[in-house]
């Protein structure tokens, strides 16, 4: 999967093409923005979000849970020296105890905490 930017029609837009699909990105207006999309560590948080809700669902499924939805807040931004992403997970449906622990551990193996949690290199360069 490649993911491109260009700047959009804000001074400070961007246009992310993933894929099919198209977003926008944008910096508040107390940096200049105009707030036509999220931030980009909101976009990060949303993802963690997302990949929490999407592999919880699935997994729940794969093992005939009765899980109605998956519901996550992600708090995040700059704390004691780290950028801290804190995710609050509601388990709705009728589950007992040991599945709600088990949702919760599958939680922290979703692909995007596992990247945020792990080593991450990223190698730049420039045209």
Do not use: W
């Not at 990105?25 to 979000?49: K, M």
């Not at 992600?74 to 599945?99: C, N, P, T």
Request: proline share 4%; net charge negative; with cysteine.
């Amino acid at each position: 999967m490649e993911v491109t930017v260009h700047k959009g029609n804000g001074p400070l837009q961007q246009v992310l093409n993933i894929g099919k699909h198209q977003l926008l990105s944008d910096a508040p207006a107390s940096f200049g923005g105009e707030e036509t999309g999220p931030e980009p560590h909101d976009l990060l948080a949303a993802a963690l979000a997302a990949c929490t809700a999407l592999t919880v669902t699935m997994y729940a499924r794969r093992k005939g849970m009765q899980l109605d939805d998956v519901r996550a807040r992600i708090e995040h931004g700059q704390k004691d020296g780290a950028y801290v992403f804190q995710r609050h997970i509601e388990f709705v449906g009728q589950l007992d105890a040991d599945e709600r622990a088990r949702l919760l551990d599958i939680a922290n193996k979703c692909p995007v905490h596992k990247t945020l949690s792990g080593t991450i290199r990223i190698e730049t360069t420039a045209d």
